[in-house]
């Protein structure tokens, strides 16, 4: 085996750890969250540093760093609002949600600048992105400030789940049938590719 580099994480820059971080911690599932500021516009925005967190209660967490010092449109209406929604990001609407990664203007609504079709909440403000299979409506339950202070990991308790039969049978989601997308290092998405197939070594959670 050939010789590893050493990177010391105390004499990186900001963009260098970052850098690091999206090559060596990928696929990652991608958030793509909708959110209302108090003049009802909508914002939708994708996140790649998330995971769910829980599951008694389902709780999902996801981190967005400031930009330029402020926060980003999602997180403060996060914070203001308390509720957010998380829409599952797939091939088919891959293209929508990556123009949504764009710098817009703070109050400008990505979901009217694309023309996104958008489906009313049913448990919180924050509307459903309707080329989504899958929609997770959230409140937010607690914000932890990480670091230097240029991250916030925002964690949400999932109040309600709204799924379509074309990827969920009453029971599970079809992963297959979803093709989510991921995110990678640098400009690049990846979809399933290859899937294998083991048995469970270890009981769910009850």
Request: neutral net charge.
């Amino acid at each position: 085996m050939s010789e590893y580099i050493t990177v010391e994480a105390a004499a990186l820059s900001t963009p260098e750890a970052y850098r690091l971080l999206i090559g060596c911690v990928t696929p990652r599932p991608i958030a793509w969250i909708t959110t209302v500021d108090a003049a009802g516009a909508v914002n939708a925005a994708p996140f790649s540093s998330f995971n769910y967190v829980a599951h008694s209660p389902p709780m999902l967490a996801v981190n967005i760093g400031t930009r330029d010092g402020a926060l980003k449109d999602t997180a403060r209406n996060i914070v203001a609002t308390g509720e957010f929604t998380v829409n599952a990001a797939t091939e088919a609407n891959m293209e929508l949600m990556h123009q949504c990664s764009a710098e817009y203007a703070p109050g400008e609504s990505e979901a009217a600048a694309l023309g996104i079709a958008l489906l009313p909440g049913v448990a919180v403000r924050a509307p459903r992105i309707a080329c989504s299979p899958i929609h997770m409506e959230c409140r937010l339950e607690r914000a932890v400030p990480l670091g230097r202070g240029l991250n916030t990991l925002y964690i949400g308790e999932i109040v309600a789940f709204h799924l379509s039969p074309d990827v969920y049978d009453g029971r599970q989601v079809d992963s297959v049938k979803l093709r989510p997308v991921a995110r990678l290092g640098g400009p690049y998405y990846a979809g399933l590719g290859e899937i294998f197939n083991r048995p469970a070594l270890a009981k769910p959670p009850k």
